[in-house]
């Protein structure tokens, strides 16, 4: 990729009303590979699914100031190295099925800051190398029990039911990090969203 615009360090993102001086042109490349194993027929069917893919960029310019990590290649905000995803559903009978959502991958790349030092009696914070952490990996599993109506054809409608759980297991998977200072010292704090059990139910009917 060319021409890949990246932000430099320590760039002003908020109310900034020129917000091209604070970007650097840069390069980046992306690669991977996808295997999958699928079952169509039978009590017992679904699909197993692994990505490796990696997104990297370079930022190398006339100085140290529009340079990153040393011009060497680092993790796009979008790297994922690793994401599989299972789907398996089992028909007990003809109206009875059960199934599960498994989804897992690698937790977004992240810049930490390290240390405090004071410069001219002003505190400063140390970062790491350009997204050289990851939060921490995303993993969540659903669980859905489908009714299925009885099956004469002679019927004005045909109906279901659907009782699900997303995010079986509660994880509080972090969508960001965030850090804040209070009194003197620098504190991590992970955002989640729907970290918690979310049933539903669902009614559907076709004619």
Known sequence: MQNFLDYKGGAELILNHHIETDVLNSQGKAYGAEFMVKKTSGKLNGWLSYTYSRSLVKTKGDSEAETINSGVYYPSNYDKP?????IGNYKFNRRFSLSANMVYSTGRPI????????????ERLLYSDRNEYRIPDYFRTDLSLNI?????????AHSSWS???YNLTGRRNAYSVYFTSDDGVVRGYKLS?????????TYNFKF
């Open 111 to 122: 810049t930490l800051p390290l240390a405090k030092y004071t410069i001219d009696v002003a």
């Open 82 to 86: 690793h994401a599989v995803n299972f």
């Open 163 to 165: 009782f699900s759980v």
């Open 148 to 156: 299925e109506g009885n099956h004469k054809i002679k019927k004005l």
């Open 193 to 201: 969203i729907f970290g918690n059990p979310i049933p539903t139910i």
